[in-house]
């Protein structure tokens, strides 16, 4: 399987950590709560389905795709799911391009194409960004699995 583009990556919605074990321990809850009720009420039956949901959506989560990134032919390209707006970044406008950490806090909700305080910002999972600045002192802020790979693809294609 050839490589058709110089970079590739898919972002799920499911795959922070965090949120996992945010999830996991709302369905320990729901199962131990399930136990503990199963000889005094008739609700035990709810705790038992609504631990088995949420463990059902987790799931689902893992394989939902939040956005594809892809760089070639000087271009970023960033693509939501359903009715997102595609999103296309020329690199013939950016001035730097720089790693960093997306934020300093420990959670981070996931974000596409979130304007805020002269930035542009796209998460969904992880502690690493890359940061693109434009002509116009915009910054585009692009969450990661792989921040180096992405660094060295983009200065590439600046450069050619």
């Known amino acids: ?12 919605i499911g795959r922070d950590y965090i949120r996992i074990c945010i999830r996991l321990i709302m369905a320990a809850f729901c199962f131990a709560a399930y136990v503990y009720e199963r000889d005094r009420d008739n609700t035990q039956d709810l705790f038992l389905v609504v ?15 939040q956005y594809k990134i892809t760089i070639d032919n000087k271009q970023i390209i960033i693509d939501g799911i359903w009715s997102a707006k595609k999103v296309v970044i020329d690199l013939n406008t950016i001035v730097k391009v720089r790693k960093d950490a997306y934020s300093s806090y420990l959670f981070n909700n996931p974000v596409y194409n979130l304007h805020r305080k002269g930035s542009i910002r796209f998460y969904s999972s992880g502690k690493d960004a890359v940061v693109l600045t434009d002509r116009d002192g915009l910054e585009y802020y692009i969450g990661t699995q792989r921040p180096n790979e992405m660094y060295l693809v983009i200065q590439e294609q600046m450069k050619s």
């Not at 631990?51 to 795709?65: C, E, K, Q, Y």
Request: aromatic share 22%.
């Open 51 to 65: 631990g088995f949901g949420i463990i059902g959506v987790s799931i689902l989560l893992l394989f939902l795709i």
């Open 1 to 12: 399987m050839g490589n058709k583009y110089a970079y590739f990556e898919k972002q799920y």
